[in-house]
C-alpha cells in the first residue's frame, strides 16, 4: 500500500525546534498551555490534588515576557518599512491585490513568509494552476473557465517528503507531498470538520509533472485525483514549480530557524520568573513574631485575636518580646532574569547586525559576503523566490516581459531631513545633481512610489504641469479668469 503519509528524517527531527518557536511567538496563552512541556513542576513526583493546585497558582504566577514574537514583527515591519517594488506585465497586475485566489495580495503573503522564515526557517510557495473537467489547463482553459495561476504559501509543518532526480547536468524537485487540512461539511449541513488530505507534485518516470490529491476516503489506498499541467503553449511543464525558501538558501534542505536561540533564553526566563515570583509570594510579606509568652497569655491572645497597626499595640507579659521578620531579599532568580534579558537583546540584534550571514555567490551581486546579515539574507531569499514564481505565472499564461519582486534590505530608520531635502533641491536646480538621483533619494523615503520608474515620474510632471497651464480667458467652468 503507498504510504503518502511518510515523514522525512530531518523533517522528524525538526519538529521540536518549530513547535518551540511557533509556540514562543504565538504569546503566554499558548507557552502556559502546553504546562509541563515549558514550565516543570517543582515537585514532580507528588501527584496529589494538593500539588497540582499548587502548580496552577505557581503557573499562574509567572510572567512570560514575549520578547520574540515582538522581535519577529519588529524585523518584519522594518523589512516593510518601505515599499517592496513589484515588476510584472499588465496580465499579472492582479497579484497587488489577489495572488492566491483567496483575496491575500502579494505584498500580504510575503510578508507572512518573512515572518515564518524568520521562526522556523523554511516555508514553500506552489504555482498552481486550478484543474478543469478535462484534467489538463491551459491559457485557453483558464480563459474559458475565468480562472488564473495563483501562488500558494506551505508552513514548513506541511512540507513532508520530497526528493530530488539530476536531469541533465542539475538538480530538479522530483517529489514534493504537501499535507493540507480542508474543512469538510457534516451531514447535516451545518457544522464543519478537519479532514487531512495529501497533494502530490510529481516528475514521471517521462520528465513531466502531474499533480495528485489524495484523501482518506479509500485508507491512503490511491490518488483521488490526478491532473497533468500544461503551460501556455499547451506543453507539459518539466519542471515542478514549486519553491522551498530558507534562512539561508532556496534549496530543500531544512535550514536553521532564525529565532531558535532567543526562544529558548525566552523559555528560560519564563522559569525564573515562576521562581521570583513564587519566593515574592511566600516570603514577601512581614512576619510578625513573639516570644516569652506563657499558655495563659497565649490563650489570652488567641481568644482576643492579635491586630496589626499603629493603633493595635500588643499587650506581653513580663520578660515577653515581640518584632517582625522580613526575609532578606534574594536577587538572584531577578539576575537570572535581567542577564535573558540582555541575552534577548543582543541576539535580536545580531539578525540585523552585518556580517552576522553570508550570501551565496549568486546572491552576493556586488556587495561584501561578509557585511550580509540574517535578515537581508532572508528578505533576499524571499524576493528572489517570488521573482522565480511570477515568472512560472507568466509562462503559464504565455506572456514576456520584466518581472521582479524586490524587497527592502537597508532597515535603518529612514528619515526626511528638511536640510538635506533643501540642498538637494538647489542642486538639481543649479545643475550639481541629476534630477534622477534626487528622484531616487525620495523614493527610498516613500515620498514617491518605488514602483515608478524615471519615465512614468516625468511623463506624470508633464501631464501636470500641462494641466496647470488652461486658457485663461476660457475657465472650464465657465466663471470668470483666474488672477491666481
Known sequence: MADVQFTRPEYDAA???????????????????????????????DKTDDNKLRYKSYQARAVFYNATG??????????????PTLTVPGALDYVNKDVDGRGISIYQ??????????????????????????????????????IRPTIASYVAEAIINWKTRKVGGQYLLSLIVLK???????ADGFGVEAKDQYRVLRLTDEGTYQQELWSEENGWAEAMDIVQPLDGAGRPWRIIPFMFLGSENNDSSIDDAPLYDMAEINIGHYRNSADYEEASYLVGQPQPWMAGLDEQWRDHLEETGIYLGSRAPWLLPANGSCGMLQAQPNTLAKEAMDAKEDQMVALGARLIERGSAVKTATQADNESAAEHSVLSLVVSNVSEAYTQCLMWMAQFLNISGDIEYKLNQDFSQITLDATILAGLFNAVQGGRLPVTDFWQYLRDRGIINPEKDDDQIRDELQEDASSLNLDDEDPPDGGQPSNT
Open 109 to 146: 503573503q510575503s510578508q507572512s513568509v518573512i515572518g515564518h522564515l524568520l521562526e522556523v526557517g523554511r516555508q514553500g510557495l506552489l504555482v498552481d494552476y486550478p484543474s478543469v473537467a478535462s484534467g489538463a489547463v491551459s491559457r485557453a482553459d483558464s480563459e474559458a473557465s475565468g
Open 70 to 83: 515582538r522581535t519577529k514583527n519588529s524585523l518584519t515591519g522594518a523589512v516593510f518599512r518601505t515599499w
Open 180 to 186: 493540507e487540512v480542508v474543512d469538510k461539511d457534516t
Open 15 to 45: 519538529q521540536s525546534r518549530w513547535s518551540l518557536v511557533r509556540d514562543v511567538c504565538k504569546g503566554s496563552e499558548t507557552v502556559k498551555k502546553r504546562g509541563d512541556l515549558y514550565l516543570p513542576r517543582p515537585n514532580p513526583s
